[in-house]
């Protein structure tokens, strides 16, 4: 087995990973370790922008504050919303400083959309709704510029390495064949791997975000939490023969409508703040329409908004559905929720620490309860940055003190000798994601729940045996599922809630789908 050594090992390639990278590049050298390239995670494809208390007054925070606490359904942690607000102005600078093109109006002053549930414009933005990439390049490119910096991909995470008293030292991971295992001892790891959301039938993650992180780090002993708090987009393009793909909520917040197949506006009915209602209230209403009336098609319409205004300020958008032969600017696009973001995950402190020492965790994977059971939108990449730029006190002086990297242990050790994922049965992605669909989708029931939990189970009993490679992730996959469905078991329900759940939210259990 190949062995390196680094002191500050970071794994995952998005932007709350590259932002680990920087800011611990000036402590000591930094690997980053990636499934695939940039493109492989979600922080590329975000669209919308950074949400920041913009104005940065104390007025400014306390607004971006509460907006966050509404929209999560009151279970944010108040202390880790002011916490990641307050640190918006310092991580807004610090991109400037890595050169970050954020979009400015003719006078030269950065534009600023309103998206749903801010009470006023605040998210910055950049190349119109290709924020995540840009932003993500800049880290990226600023990275590489480094002498210490070391990337390395395609590698798929196995195993963290433990010393003899349980600290984490480093990590094993597969690369293309199962023969590449690789051992990276380091002080400290930083996990920032992004969430399960391509674990669910429908999705706007990129096909690999299937939950890796999570499993990886519960089999280590992580504390894993508030999986139950998934949160569907509703605003996904929902073409026949077309992979989902996101009409990001910045076009509601500039003016776009959602109309029924009558063409009426219809999300008055369901809050006051019509389209630009919290995230998860417009994609229960949109779950209401199309399933009460099966012939029920949902548009997002721009018809109505200056002609060459929606081309310009969302080429990303304009272009996709170009291709696909449709002119967004005069063709209103079918759209239907799927799966978007995972609000739980590894419990953390607000330094990022988890509960192994050695172990950090940022960003998607991480579960800091900021974001409530309904995140606020444009508040992820906000997270990502602030978390990526304040571990640095603590993995610097905890993992100096106490991970010196020891030589290596493992030299010549099989990977039939290390503690492997067992599974059983066939690898059926397509059931895996149906079944979670099904039970932990928009609308849950707790019979539905208890099925899938019984699938999982099936699965994952039996022969126990090493698995390797796509039986790997697979066995990924159906431990962050299992993670899932337990949660929705357990976790508090509000009327609020992300989700709609069996006759506590007053849905029986007729299944209406
Ligand atoms: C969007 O652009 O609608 C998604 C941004 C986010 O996830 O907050």
């Known amino acids: 087995m190949e062995s390196l050594a680094v002191d500050y090992l970071v794994i995952g390639g998005g932007i709350a990973g590259f932002q680990a990278v920087l800011s611990l590049l000036p402590h000591g050298p930094a690997m980053l370790v990636s499934k695939g390239p940039l493109s492989s995670g979600s922080s590329y494809f975000a669209q919308g922008g950074l949400a920041l208390p913009w104005g940065f007054t104390e007025s400014d925070i306390e607004s971006h504050v509460q907006d966050t606490i509404l929209a999560g359904a009151g279970l944010c942690d108040p202390d880790a919303v002011r916490t990641i607000v307050s640190g918006g102005e310092e991580a807004f600078e610090s ?21 749903a549930a801010h009470a006023r414009p605040r998210i910055v933005h950049a190349g119109g709704d290709r924020t995540g990439a840009i932003i993500l390049k800049s880290l990226a490119d600023a990275a590489f510029r480094q002498p210490h910096f070391r990337f390395l991909s395609p590698y798929q995470l196995y195993q963290f390495r433990k010393d003899s008293e349980g600290n984490i030292q ?30 669910f039938l429908r999705t706007t993650n990129p096909r690999f975000q299937r939950g890796d992180g999570v499993s990886v780090a519960y089999r280590a002993g992580c504390e894993i939490e508030r999986m139950a708090y998934y949160q569907f987009h509703p605003t996904v393009l929902d073409l026949p023969g077309t992979q989902p793909f996101l009409l990001t909520e910045a076009m509601r917040g500039e003016g776009a409508y959602l109309l029924d197949s009558k063409g009426d506006r219809f999300m008055f009915k369901y809050h006051p703040e019509g389209e630009l209602a919290p995230r998860d209230v417009v994609a229960r209403a949109l779950w209401i329409e199309l399933t009460s009336d099966k012939q029920q098609q949902i548009t997002l319409s721009v018809g109505h908004l200056p002609k060459g205004f929606v081309r310009k300020r969302f080429p990303q958008v304009y272009g996709h559905l170009k291709e ?30 988890t509960g192994i020492k050695g172990l950090w965790a940022i960003g998607e994977v991480a579960s800091v309860r900021v974001h409530g059971a309904n995140r606020l939108a444009s508040n992820s990449l906000l997270e990502a940055l602030v978390m990526g730029r304040r571990i640095v006190e603590s993995v610097v002086s905890e993992s100096s003190e106490h991970f010196p990297p020891k030589t290596s242990t493992t030299d010549g050790k099989k990977i039939e000798e290390m503690i492997l994922p067992e599974f059983s049965g066939e690898e059926s992605w397509s059931a895996l994601k149906t079944m979670l669909w099904e039970s932990a989708g928009i609308v849950r029931t707790i019979r539905r729940v208890r099925q899938g939990l019984d699938w999982v189970e099936e699965n994952l009993a039996g022969t126990k045996g090493p698995v390797h490679g796509s039986r790997f992730a697979y066995a990924n996959g159906l431990l962050a599922s299992k993670l899932i469905l337990q949660d929705i078991l357990t976790s508090p329900v509000t009327g609020a809630n992300c989700v709609l759940f069996g006759p506590e939210a007053g849905i029986v259990e007729s299944e209406r789908s």
């Open 95 to 115: 991109l400037l400083r890595y050169g970050v093109p954020f979009d400015r109006d003719k006078n030269g002053q950065f534009r600023t959309t309103r998206e």
């Open 324 to 353: 696909l032969g449709i002119d967004l600017e005069t063709t209103p696009v079918p759209v239907r929720p799927a799966a978007h973001f995972q609000m739980g995950g590894i419990r953390t402190d607000l330094d990022g620490r």
């Open 170 to 199: 480093g990590a094993y991971f597969l690369g293309e064949r199962d023969s590449d295992l690789l051992e990276i001892r380091a002080k400290a790891v930083i996990l920032a791997t992004g969430g399960a959301g391509s674990l």
